[in-house]
């Protein structure tokens, strides 16, 4: 089958998806639950994070507010994760809170 995506040294296609242009975001984490100022783009179905420290992630909507019970991110990784899909709503909005050291999670909007 013909793809557009790049392929590896077997012609087998490399799942790849680029950066949305203004589609960066950056958010301080402490010991308050904060969230990005600006809602992804309503097409946006995956986005990347990075984070300086370890966090705790939560997605939702303008009100998401992550805790302790949360999904922990470890620092240093960078990880693709669906906002969206096939049926179900898209998250506008993705919370962090510092386990315990301030740092700065950035986020890029994928397309």
Do not use: W
Not at 43 to 58: G, P, R
């Amino acid at each position: 089958m013909a793809t557009l995506l790049p392929t590896d040294l077997n012609d087998n296609p490399i799942p790849a998806i680029r950066l949305k242009s203004g589609g960066a975001h950056s958010i301080s984490s402490g010991a308050s639950s904060t969230r990005n100022s600006t809602a992804f783009e309503t097409d946006t179905k995956v986005i990347s994070l990075y984070a300086t420290e370890d966090v705790y992630v939560k997605c939702g909507d303008s009100s998401v507010t992550a805790t302790a019970s949360d999904h922990f991110f470890p620092k240093g990784v960078y990880y693709d994760l669906a906002i969206a899909g096939e049926g179900t709503a898209q998250y506008t909005h993705i919370a962090v809170l510092q386990v315990s050291t301030a740092g700065t999670v950035y986020i890029s909007e994928k397309e």
